[in-house]
């Protein structure tokens, strides 16, 4: 299956600091990708749709000044968390539809994000 | 998008086999039932998907009844590697853009 990378795999940043996660795809082009938050024991919950050369999609509540989203090529999407508190330590994970006509999306092995 | 509902959680043992059933009363006529597998500290990892009927695949198998309410992921001969989270995921397979909307999914912890 196609294969999506997700760097760092963890990241430890003070109160204050903005961090940046990368999703690449990489071995197909991806016109969209999506970023998801887990906290423990709960489910992926979507924050936002990134599209290729356009702004980002955010869902309700996510805001959009805090985690901004750049697409700026067909293989790479990043998500930056703007002044990062504890609340915002998480599991963060990016996926990908390779464009094939196939419903199923591949996921990156998403970063670990401690705030202190 | 369709709602999904799953078992919150399931135990089983080495050699037997698991069957997770999901229910999704209000799928269209579009969707695609898709079925992940999530291991702690990892990206969701796809298994199987179908649209009605039966699906198998090296790894499991997909029963869908005809109404399509509802689907069944049958995991044959489990071992210990099998203890993970379980998502049934419902969606258009033709909309590229679309987004997919994780449930609760099913904790599945097999023991020896």
New interface residues.
């Given amino acids: 299956g196609a294969v999506v990378s997700q760097h760092p795999s963890w990241v430890i940043c003070k109160s204050g600091t903005s961090v940046k996660i990368e999703c690449r795809s990489l071995d197909f082009q991806a016109t969209t990708m999506f970023w998801y938050r887990q906290f423990p024991k709960q489910s992926l919950m979507l924050m936002a749709t990134s599209n290729e050369g356009s702004k980002a999609t955010y869902e309700q509540g996510v805001e959009k000044d805090k985690f901004l989203i750049n697409h700026a090529s067909l293989t790479l999407s990043t998500l930056t968390v703007t002044s990062a508190h504890p609340e915002d330590s998480s599991f963060y994970i990016c996926s990908a539809r390779d464009g094939q006509g196939r419903l199923e999306a591949f996921f990156g092995q998403g970063t670990r994000l401690t705030v202190v | 998008l369709a709602k999904t509902t799953q078992p919150i959680s399931m135990d089983s043992y080495e050699g037997q086999e698991v069957n997770i059933t999901c229910s999704h009363n209000n799928i269209a006529t579009n969707d ?1 039932i ?1 079925w ?1 597998q999530q291991f702690p ?6 298994i199987i ?1 179908g649209y009605k009927t039966k699906v198998t695949n090296e790894v499991a198998s997909l029963f869908i009844p005809a109404d399509r309410k509802s689907s069944t992921l049958s995991l044959p001969r489990v071992s210990l590697s099998d203890t993970a989270v379980y ?1 049934c995921l419902v ?4 909309n ?2 679309g ?7 099913t904790e599945l912890s097999v023991k020896p």
Avoid at chain 2, 41 to 46: D, E, K, T
Avoid at chain 2, 91 to 94: C, E, F, N, T
Avoid at chain 2, 99 to 104: D, T, V
Wanted: charged share 15%.
């Fill in positions: 695609y898709t992940y500290s990892q990206g969701p990892r796809f998907q998502y969606g258009d397979r033709g590229q853009g987004k997919l909307i994780f449930g609760q999914g």
